[in-house]
């Protein structure tokens, strides 16, 4: 299954560099990169068809474009591989199996499916419900600290409120000299 960084340079790939929108109607310039035949045509017309590529600089000629079928085919592969990573994500299913996650292996802290946590890669590691280890983390960490950290939050959005206020007179104390001084 491809990762979340392989499908972002893979939608990268069938990205028009002008709008950032999925290529419509890709066209191929002399250079080899890739336009939406309309976004290219226009930059063309405005700049009276004396445009460098955007991407390389080098001349490009509206007469030179060529629909470039293979990256017109390959958008609807990569749109549907984006929203099944996402359904994926959203339903909280393993990219393996595509069963629901519902176990927590704590030695590569990371959640599981119940056919991962009987494969080679988990026999021996120490797995338990997403719920069990909700509990144990939430022991190791108790109120108090969230207490402790919303107070240190609460003090330094004070500091920063004090900075801002010594900056705001520095900066009328400049003013004024530079008045005096004219």
Do not use: W
């Amino acid at each position: 299954m491809a990762t979340a960084s392989q499908l972002q340079e893979l939608k990268d790939e069938v990205t028009c560099p002008i709008c950032f929108e999925y290529f419509k109607e890709p066209v191929i310039a002399e250079c080899g990169h890739n336009f939406c035949k309309s976004c290219i045509t226009y930059c063309l017309e405005a700049l009276n068809a004396k445009m460098p590529c955007p991407l390389c600089q080098r001349p490009l000629r509206e007469g030179k474009l060529q629909p470039n079928r293979q990256v017109s085919n390959m958008i609807p592969v990569v749109q549907q591989m984006i929203l099944k990573r996402k359904k994926r994500e959203e339903e909280h299913l393993c990219e393996k199996h595509d069963e629901k996650l519902c176990l927590f292996c704590h030695e590569d802290q990371e959640t599981i499916c119940v056919a991962c946590s009987q494969s080679a890669e988990h026999t021996d590691h120490n797995v338990v419900t997403i719920e069990r280890a909700a509990q144990e983390y939430k022991m190791k960490f108790p109120m108090k600290s969230k207490k402790t950290l919303q107070s240190s939050i609460e003090k330094l959005k004070l500091e920063l409120e004090n900075q801002k206020t010594l900056c705001a007179k520095k900066e009328q104390d400049v003013v004024k000299m530079e008045v005096r001084n004219v």
